[in-house]
């Protein structure tokens, strides 16, 4: 049996967890929700920098991607801040769709998996 590496657990989740060779993260909200789609993205952006750091990988290494947005008003903002971070040439997979989210002031909120 291969072994699971949990990553910033509690009794809920793991923020990322890795097993064989891939890190799965959690989906990843921004902290301050005062700020506009883009502001939030770009925080959501390096709280997945910081995670996969963690686990030993970067953005490049990321193999697929679901982004939850409260509204698609928001989609062409959330692109621009996005297309800015992922690595030239080593885009992911991606879905982007509109989800009722936790928090009403939350606009954003990313899942990645990547390899290690």
Same mark, same amino acid.
């Given at each position: 049996? #291969? ?7 509690? *009794?809920?989740? #793991? ?10 993260? #959690? ?6 929700? /005062?700020?506009?789609? *883009? %502001?939030? /993205? ?10 996969? *750091?963690?686990? %030993?990988?970067?953005? #490049?290494?990321?193999?697929? *991607? ?20 992922? /690595?030239? %040439? ?6 982007? %769709? ?19």
């Amino acid at each position: 049996m #291969s072994e699971i590496e949990r990553i910033d657990q509690n *009794a809920r989740r #793991s923020r990322a967890l890795i097993h064989n060779g891939i890190v799965y993260l #959690s989906g990843q909200v921004p902290d301050d929700r /005062t700020q506009d789609v *883009a %502001g939030q /993205t770009r925080q959501v952006l390096a709280k997945i920098d910081e995670l996969l *750091a963690l686990a %030993g990988t970067d953005k #490049s290494r990321i193999l697929s *991607a679901q982004i939850w947005l409260k509204t698609m008003d928001d989609f062409a903002a959330m692109n621009a801040v996005w297309d800015a971070w992922v /690595t030239p %040439g080593q885009a992911p997979t991606r879905c982007c %769709g509109k989800v009722e989210l936790n928090d009403p002031a939350c606009r954003v909120e990313i899942v990645v998996v990547a390899a290690v």
